[in-house]
């Protein structure tokens, strides 16, 4: 089948199932604008199969080793995402005393992802607990079962929970599920990796040997071997994280007992989100203002690079945090218009990422602008408008397609600052809101844990580790994508 | 040139004037004084009694534009527009809401903040250049690939993982200097060299990859070719010839920032307990002090777009074929 058809086959497949379930969707505006931002990309991948010229310098990207390696994490991160960006509430089962039938839904908005990692959002210990620990982190009094009471480290409810004796079993234990985790992962690696070169060899008509050695060799048409690498540790880390996650808290607990790990996998869509969606909101605002200031020049210059010389006047930060104490005040006198939690947090969310794209749009305005001002004094443009063609059509036929390599440069180098800008703006008090889970408010209140005495040390590392896998990703894709586009770093 | 200097500088007043408005309608329009008043003295149980003494204590009980009830001119001078507003450009930033003279705290707090943003930037910009110019200089060999892919994993952890990674490293493991505080004088020193250092090591990836770019492009041009044609060694190729070309798209990236020095860095002065400007914002952020905001708001503008100006002045010093008109 066609990509199209297929994707087609797969929403539907996908919206039957959440109509059929007895749940109630909740279509949330950053979810809204994630699909929209899907529909785009999608339709964008679909014009370009068939225009050589656009493919040639994806080419180029993908066939970098580390920008393949690197397009698979993202990937990896873009699932869990989507996945975490469909949103529904569940149907409480009928209580006594409610009359007339009327179907009541949960107060707790959940997604796909939620569902999926159900065992890791249920278990919630007391307090805080060590990275595959069995009991919790700080002494408590107990009493025992004599009526004489003890300061003990208490077990915990669910980490280690199979264990009679978790001081002789537990380092057994964990050895044991760690190598099965790591059988189980390379032989799914192995079976995957065997079928898709099989794949391959049938595609380019090679035999199944005649093509592994190829890729071995590092000859194929893409580099498989850092793609296959990637897709190997990826799969060794959830084949560990099912296998140790399921028993024991893989990361620890944190103060109120949640799963590192659950928190880390959720800060995941915050994150995207802020990357993406904010480029989606500034983009057309740039593009349109930039192209406009260098094209109709005269006061049409004038009045655009008066606004963005006075929005980038105003420190970022500064306008962030004046806008969102703003949009806070709003939202403490309005608690009437969210039916949830989630609903309110979302709200600022796209708030932040609306004031983080006002912010971010002048320099790539800027860009243009100075393109445009190049661009409209070349020969072709000159010819264009000796003909009489009219100021709308020379820009979306000939500037727009020559300043798309400028766009999308910026795109790919602004995404991984956003992500670390949330980080930073948590910690300020004007990022997402003190509810939503993200890695800014997780080194936010990680902060406080180093000051402790003994040092919880996990959550921070965790979503440092998370943090910094998806921005380096960004970042060494981002190369890639500017040394291929980029007429000045020349091509080859 | 004095002249461009004056006209440049009274095309920085509709500039000001715009970021007037702005922060006017975010502070005042899309949120009423009331809103405000009951977001400070708590949501529930707040009495319009309450809500009008505090409007009269921070002087938000006027109107916003017109004052209808004053004469003749009052008429525009008795709003909180003018008093709140028009204020800021004779640099008179009000109270904070404990009742403080903003332009003293600012006046005051602002040598913390260049006492710790002055060496980050200098020796920052010295080492990142070094850096820059060692990967220019064994560019295409494993060292230059080495270089690149250290910067790539620098830029990509957030700054607020050195500065937490430090202050347990070196402060809570290591007892080299205290966590955090400050002090007057030559004491100031233990107190300020963990957050220069951090400072500058934070900035090194961005900055080097930035400027390795730079020098590459300079690298590969005629003048360059000519100079080792007639022999030049390398090191002075690269050392008299690379870097001082290479200085003009450097200066533009970073005298746009000198003034900006005075802000102060946020996260960092916060971190480590500097009472810089960086600390009063994010202070006054947290504690939603509208007022502070404001005057911030107003003084980064005014330093940006001085750094506006002095990047077009710097030109004419380092490229003497940029005139001004």
């Given amino acids: ?487 000045r770093t020349g091509r080859g | 040139m004095l002249a461009y200097i004056v006209r440049r500088s009274l095309y920085a007043i509709p500039i000001l004037i715009g970021v007037n408005l702005l922060t006017f309608w975010l502070f005042f329009v899309v949120n009423s004084p009331d809103d405000m008043a009951r977001m400070q003295l708590g949501m529930k149980h707040v009495t319009p009694e309450a809500i009008e003494r505090w409007k009269a204590d921070q002087g938000y009980d006027k109107p916003l534009l017109y004052n209808a009830a004053a004469e003749g001119g009052d008429k525009f001078t008795h709003t909180i527009f003018f008093d709140k507003s028009v204020s800021l450009f004779v640099f008179d930033f009000g109270t904070a809401d404990d009742g403080r003279d903003i332009g003293y705290d600012i006046r005051q707090r602002m040598w913390p903040s260049l006492m710790l943003a002055i060496p980050v930037f200098v020796i920052g910009l010295l080492v990142t250049i070094t850096f820059a110019l060692l990967m220019a200089f064994f560019r295409a060999t494993y060292v230059d690939y080495a270089g690149v892919v250290l910067c790539v994993i620098l830029m990509s952890i957030s700054a607020l993982f050195y500065i937490i990674g430090g202050q347990y490293l070196i402060s809570k493991l290591m007892h080299l200097v205290p966590i955090s505080g400050y002090d007057g004088g030559l004491s100031a020193f233990k107190f300020l060299i963990l957050p220069v250092v951090i400072g500058i090591i934070s900035g090194i990836g961005a900055g080097s990859r930035w400027y390795r770019t730079i020098f590459l492009e300079e690298v590969n041009k005629d003048y360059v070719r000519t100079a080792r044609a007639k022999g030049l060694p390398e090191r002075v190729v690269l050392f008299k010839h690379v870097l001082k070309n290479a200085m003009i798209p450097i200066l533009t990236g970073v005298v746009v920032t000198i003034p900006m020095l005075f802000m102060g860095s946020l996260i960092t002065e916060s971190f480590f307990g500097i009472p810089g400007l960086g600390s009063y914002t994010i202070d006054a952020i947290r504690a939603q002090d509208f007022g502070i905001v404001r005057a911030m708001v107003f003084l980064g503008s005014v330093l940006y777009i001085i750094g506006l100006l002095l990047t077009d002045l710097s030109y004419t010093l380092v490229d003497p074929r940029v005139r001004l008109s």
């Avoid at chain 1, 599920?177 to 992962?185: E, K, P, W």
């Fill in chain 1, 1 to 487: 089948m066609r990509l199209p058809i297929r994707l087609t086959v797969l929403l539907a497949a996908i919206g039957l199932g959440l109509w059929l379930a007895p749940v109630k969707v909740v279509v949330l505006w950053t979810d809204a604008l994630v699909f929209l931002l899907v529909a785009v990309l999608t339709a964008f991948v679909i014009y370009m199969r068939g225009k050589p010229h656009l493919r040639a310098p994806w080419g180029q990207v993908i066939r970098r080793p580390l920008a393949a390696a690197s397009l698979v994490v993202l990937c990896a991160y873009v699932v869990v995402g989507l996945l975490d960006s469909v949103h529904f509430r569940e149907q409480l089962s009928a209580q006594a005393g409610t009359e007339n039938n009327e179907i009541h839904y949960s107060v707790e908005v959940l997604s796909l992802l939620d569902l999926l990692a159900t065992p890791l959002r249920t278990r919630l210990e007391k307090s805080y607990s060590a990275p595959l620990a069995a009991q919790l982190y700080s002494k408590e009094t107990v009493t025992l079962d004599d009526g004489s009471t003890a300061r003990i480290y208490p077990r915990l409810d669910y980490g280690g929970a199979h264990l009679d004796d978790p001081a002789s079993q537990r380092g057994a234990d964990i050895a044991q599920r760690s190598l099965m985790a790591l059988l189980f992962g390379l032989l799914a690696w192995a079976a995957l990796v065997a079928a898709w070169v099989a794949w391959l060899a049938r595609r380019h008509g090679h035999g199944f040997r005649d093509e592994l050695q190829a890729i071995l060799r590092g000859e194929a048409d893409l580099p498989w071997r850092s793609i296959f690498a990637t897709v190997g540790a990826l799969i060794l880390f959830i084949a560990l994280a099912l296998k140790l996650g399921i028993a024991y808290h893989l990361l620890g607990t944190d103060k109120v007992g949640n799963d590192v790990l659950y928190l880390s996998l959720k800060s995941i869509r915050t994150g995207l989100v802020i990357g993406t969606l904010t480029t989606l909101i500034m983009l057309p605002f740039a593009v349109l203002l930039g192209i406009m200031a260098g094209h109709f020049r005269g006061w049409v210059d004038d009045v655009i690079q008066y606004i963005y010389t006075t929005l980038s006047s105003i420190p970022g930060v500064l306008l962030i945090a004046a806008a969102i104490l703003s949009v806070q005040v709003y939202i403490a006198n309005n608690p009437e218009l969210f039916e949830t939690v989630v609903e309110r947090a979302d709200l600022r969310l796209l708030f932040l990422c609306m004031i983080l794209g006002i912010t971010s749009w002048t320099g790539l305005c800027r860009l243009l602008r100075g393109e445009t001002l190049k661009l409209r004094e070349m020969d072709y443009i000159q010819a264009a408008q000796a003909f009489g063609v009219g100021h709308f059509k020379i820009i979306t036929r000939h500037i727009l397609p020559n300043v798309m390599h400028i766009v999308l440069i910026a795109v790919v180098l602004d995404f991984s600052a956003l992500v670390l800008a949330e980080a930073v703006l948590s910690y300020v008090g004007v990022g997402v809101d003190p509810s939503m889970i993200s890695w800014g408010n997780m080194i936010n209140s990680a902060r406080l844990e180093m000051a402790r005495e003994p040092v919880v040390w996990w959550s921070l590392i965790a979503a440092f580790c998370f943090m910094f896998l998806l921005v380096l990703a960004a970042n060494l894709f981002s190369d890639a994508v500017r040394d291929a586009f980029d007429p």
